[in-house]
Structure formats: structure tokens, C-alpha cells
């Protein structure tokens, strides 16, 4: 039927095709409702009556104490409602509507101010409330975007608390330093933001070498650039690394690269690398056991993820974590190799590195951001011990949100 259809549309003349769409825009700009703006600075604001019609704020549509719609509205939505009559309250900014279904609605300017679909207040909504403006960056910019916090302040300090989590939101990295070489620390930071992430690791792992370690990690041999636990459908989305004992070896130095960077460099010099990275599904599995609990995790998706709008949402990379199973057709499986080896050489190209130093907490975006370290030596008398841990996005975003809601956020440096 579908294809079907379609050629019935493409056999139409071009002149029914125009008087179609001339249509369509008489409809739009019928269906759109204009409210006049005072202050002539700012343009007049305009709203779908539709919209308007499911966001109606009485009694009888909304709910004051839990911020929400109520669902009536819904039980038989009239798709066909439209305004019968519009009026507008300068002196007490309010617009008054009442609809061809009979119901009478009011809507104050300050509250439409902020819902305005006026492409520059969608964005500012976008960057200010949803999330900020991811910046990218390459390893030869690292020194210019890193920025340095110092634990008690983000324990005691609202206002340092919100610039970690922004800087953090934008660049994707960040460093802590002066923590105490305590065990607490992590649960300290991440119960000022909310709460641990819990994994098959616990909510807390130890980082160091191990005899017969079950994880690649946990080995003191370089540790190639990677993102934690692909495996999960639910990535975890901010790492923390606390510094306890850093190796006095040559090694053990940390490796950082901006994978979006890199993603977004193979997207403008090789599409068709980025297309089979964007597309081609790849097995991640994590299979043993951490003390008692035995486990076998395994999470299908590519190595570049993009939104709806071509945005990049998530990165998954790990080769030890990548599974002899490869679940494609067999024709896919050399390009594949071919598009990782470039997004694997990119990324050592645009990388950085440092070494942390005890009391540091390297906190950065496992969605996007790509990490290792170089090995080291070790032994009873040189020891690198890293404690580490997870916070969800989720409520990483929450809880700069309500800190922006108390403080008036002042620019990442």
C-alpha cells in the first residue's frame, strides 16, 4: 500500500503538487496563534493552537501541585479544535481564549514568554534548561579547557558545585583536586550531586593490579583507549577516578581523547568510514564474576550513535569488551575494521595526557570521552591504587538544574 501510494504521488502534475503544499501553508498559518508582544524590543510571540489547547492551565486541565496536565483532554482529543475568539490583557499580560470545543482558556505572558516557538528561544531553552552546549576539543587544546576544582569547595559551596557540573556538561572533563586520601570520597561527591551509579562492580571499584584479575583494568599492562562498560544498554554516564597511590614508575599516566571530536573529523574527512561506524552494530559483552556475583552482560549497538537530529549521544569502545561475536553479515565485517582502525588512530592522534597525583578525582563523560594510561611497574614498594565509581547523567542534569535555578550560571572558562 505504502508503495503503492507513493507512485500515485509521483504520477500527480506538478501544478496539483504546488496547489497541495500552498494548501498545507494556508493551513499552518490558520492553525497559528499570534500574540501581540508590548515591549517593542521583542518580536510577537506565536503558538500551534493545538499546543495551546493541550497546555490549557485551569482546574480542570492542570494540576498546580504536580506541575502536570491532567489527562481528560486525552480520553477524546479533538485534533480539529480551533480558537473561536482571542483577546488580550496588556495592563495584566494575560491571553484569554475561548475554543470551538466550548472550554475557555487563560495564559499569562510570563509563562508563554518561556514557551515561545520562535527558533531563538527554542534554542536558548535548549542550551539553557535541557542541556548546555557541548564544546569540542582535540588533545593539543587540553591545557586551554581543562579547569581545576578543589573538593571542599564543591562540599560546601553551591555555586562551585554548579561550574564543576557545567564545565563538566560542556567539555566533558574536569579535575578535583585536594580530596582526602580517603575511602569516602566518591560517595562524598556523588551524594552532593545525588547518588552512585551501582554496577556488577558495586557502587565503588578498586583499580589495581591484581594476580588472576578478572577484568582488563585490573592489570598493571597499558590500558588502550576505551569507554566503561559498552556492554550496558544504560551506560554509565560521568566517571570518577580518585587518585590513593599513584605509581612512581615512568607509566601510569592517564590518556584522554574527545571521541566526538574525533567522530565529528571522520564525518567531514571520511563519510563513508563514519556511515559504517554510525550504522554497522557491534556485540559488547562482559562475562565472570566480581567475589560471589557471577554475570554475563552483552549490549548490541554501534560504535558512533547519533540522535534524530545527526547529534551525537554515545560512544562504545572498549577492545577488550568487544565480542568475538560479531552478529552482522559477512560483507560488513572488513569495512567495519577498516572505519575503526581510522576512529582508533584519530583518537591517539587527538589525545592528551597527564598524570594524576594523589588527593586528584578525574571526573569526565564516559558517553564521550575516550581514556587509558600507559603501563607501569608494579610492585610491594610502587603501588598505583585508583578508587572509582559512576553518576547517571540523569541526575547529573537534575541537579544543575535546580543549582541554576538558585544561581545564575556564569560561562564555563
Known sequence: ?????????????PVKLEQDHQEQQKDLLNSIVIVPEP?????????????????????ECYLPQTLSRLPQLWNNLDTSVHVLRQSV?????????DWSDGHASQYPY???????????????YLRESYRPEQQLWTGQDFEAIRRTFYFQELITS??????????????????????????????????????????????????????????????????????????????????????????????????LADAFYVAE????????????????PVDWAD???DGDLHFHNIWRAPVINLDSEGRYVRINHSIPQRDSHFSVPLEQVRPWYEAMATFVRLAH?????????????????????????????????????????????DIVYSRLRVLQDAHTCPESA
Open 1 to 13: 500500500m505504502f508503495q503503492a501510494d507513493r507512485r500515485k504521488l509521483a504520477c500527480l502534475p
Open 349 to 393: 592522534e587527538h589525545s592528551c595526557r597527564f598524570k594524576t597525583t594523589p588527593g586528584d578525582v578525574l571526573t569526565f563523560d564516559n558517553l564521550r570521552l575516550v581514556h587509558g594510561r600507559t603501563g607501569y611497574d608494579d610492585t610491594d614498594r610502587n603501588v598505583r591504587h585508583i578508587l572509582g565509581a559512576f553518576i547517571d547523567w
Open 89 to 97: 490583557d496588556l495592563q495584566q499580560q494575560v491571553l484569554y481564549i
Open 110 to 124: 510570563d509563562w508563554l514568554r518561556e514557551r515561545d516557538f520562535s527558533a531563538a528561544n527554542r534554542e536558548r
Open 265 to 280: 573529523v571522520m564525518r567531514d574527512r571520511h563519510p563513508d568510514e563514519f556511515r559504517v561506524l554510525c550504522q554497522t
Open 287 to 289: 562475562k565472570g564474576h
Open 158 to 255: 553551591d555555586l562551585a558545585l554548579q561550574q564543576w557540573l557545567h564545565h563538566l556538561a560542556v567539555y566533558g572533563v574536569a579535575l578535583v583536586r585536594e580530596a582526602p586520601l580517603e575511602m569516602d570520597v566518591l560517595r562524598r561527591l556523588a551524594n552532593r550531586v545525588g547518588f552512585m551509579r551501582r554496577t556488577t562492580y558495586g557502587e565503588e571499584f578498586s583499580v589495581r593490579a591484581q594476580p588472576g584479575a578478572s577484568n582488563y583494568a585490573y592489570l598493571a599492562a597499558p590500558l588502550p583507549l576505551h569507554t566503561d562498560m559498552p556492554y550496558f544498554e544504560y551506560l554509565p554516564g560521568v566517571t570518577m577516578l580518585h587518585t590513593l597511590e599513584q605509581s612512581a614508575s615512568p607509566g601510569g599516566v592517564n590518556l
Open 39 to 59: 515591549n517593542p524590543e521583542r518580536q510577537d510571540m506565536q503558538f500551534p493552537d493545538i499546543w495551546l489547547r493541550d497546555n490549557c492551565r485551569c482546574p
